[in-house]
């Protein structure tokens, strides 16, 4: 690389543009060396550079250029229509709800968006303690409290949870001092009512790019399996969700090395792909696909090669496999997969259902939360 006849001219690029496109490059072993340019109607010294890399690069070097905008932040391409510029994270003060700030912060570095701290609690004025009573008339429009409730109960749990809230506030202000968590703007909220309904009814007026919420330890979840809150957010809210198990240990997400990705052949696969290679700056990573859908899918084998031959061409830098899974024993099937191809990461699409279907039918998403402690990250289509 000391001699300038073995270096070809890349691409020419504003000098942060091309300083990011060499952060990339290197990190797939191309060496690259920036030079000054000058252009027609350009003074000298301006901030252009030349990115110049060694001949036996080049075709590598010309995939990952044209693998998509280096320059375009991760979450144009993850986020839909009308998102806003927030990442929500739900809380309840317990030591899972620091794990997922943890992670959530990481994530909000990368997208260049703020976390919003949300914790919801419950005033016992909507929560009456028997209302099977005979003094609860069924079909009143409204639900009178019971007479020895003092009406300032509902006030002081406010405050405690208003309490509670700053004290958590604090512990992460702390935590970023110490550097554990990224030093970025976050801000706090505190709402009242059932905490998946806060959650979906946030999300619906303010259209947050991504919910990050923390999920219990497999071996809590199967007397937890009704009621998660997660779960319930998984499969009825329409914004991606990344759930993240208590007992993950955080850090930046390159770390993810192995992930399955489920695939129901359609545009999705394309953009989710797309977003992971650029969020991660294009990884040398295994991505293992895996179709799945509500029905059989003619040709489903083929398509899936197909779609690997695909990523493998456009992201070179990555390894793409196609993985196998037959319906029948499709839960052995998986748990095969997950251990002997150690995923540290899964990205699932899921479709709204209704909460009736739910619970006779759980999604895909639903039933892998409960059976696996692996960060899972839930798109809606």
């Excluded at 006849?5 to 690259?32: C, F, G, P, W």
């Excluded at 009825?236 to 955080?250: L, M, T």
């Excluded at 489920?262 to 977003?275: E, H, P, Q, S």
Aim: charged share 25%; glycine share 4%; net charge negative.
């Amino acid at each position: 690389m000391a001699v300038n006849d073995n270096l070809i001219t890349l691409v020419i690029h504003t000098e942060e543009r091309a300083v990011k496109l060499k952060q990339i490059l290197e990190s797939h072993d191309i060496k690259v060396v920036l030079e000054d340019v000058s252009l027609p109607g350009v003074p000298l010294g301006a901030p252009v550079k030349k990115v110049r890399i060694s001949i036996d690069s080049l075709s590598l070097g010309l995939k990952i250029l044209e693998s998509g905008d280096l320059t375009a932040s991760p979450l144009s391409i993850f986020k839909l229509t009308g998102m806003g510029k927030t990442l929500l994270v739900p809380v309840d003060f317990s030591p899972s709800s620091m794990t997922s700030v943890k992670v959530a912060f990481f994530l909000a570095r990368k997208f260049d968006v703020e976390p919003v701290i949300l914790h919801s609690y419950l005033a016992p004025l909507f929560n009456p303690s028997d209302p099977y009573s005979d003094s609860v008339d069924p079909y009143s429009d409204s639900i009178a409290p019971p007479e020895d409730l003092d009406i300032t109960e509902a006030a002081d749990l406010r405050k405690v949870a208003a309490s509670q809230l700053s004290k958590f506030k604090k512990k992460i202000e702390s935590a970023q001092r110490e550097g554990s968590i990224p030093d970025i703007r976050f801000s706090t909220t505190l709402l009242e009512g059932i905490p998946e309904q806060v959650i979906k009814e946030y999300c619906v007026q303010n259209h947050p790019v991504l919910v990050v919420m923390a999920t219990r330890g497999i071996h809590k979840k199967e007397s937890d399996l009704v009621g998660s809150v997660t779960a319930e957010v998984i499969d009825s809210c329409r914004v991606p969700v990344f759930a993240v198990p208590e007992n993950y240990v955080p850090g930046g997400i390159d770390k993810f090395r192995n992930i399955l990705m489920f695939c129901n052949f359609t545009n999705a696969d394309i953009v989710t792909v797309r977003g992971l290679m650029k969020t991660f700056d294009f990884p040398a990573c295994e991505v293992h696909l895996a179709p799945v859908s509500d029905g059989p899918v003619s040709g489903a084998g083929r398509k899936l090669e197909e779609l690997r031959d695909y990523f493998s061409d456009i992201y070179p830098t990555a390894t793409f496999h196609a993985v196998r899974m037959s319906r029948s024993g499709f839960d052995n099937n998986m748990k095969t997969v997950l251990d002997e191809r150690r995923i540290d990461l899964i990205i699932v699409p899921n479709k709204k259902s209704s909460a009736f279907s739910r619970f006779f039918r759980p999604t895909l998403a639903h039933r892998i939360l409960f059976e696996k402690d692996i960060p899972l990250l839930v798109l809606p289509v």
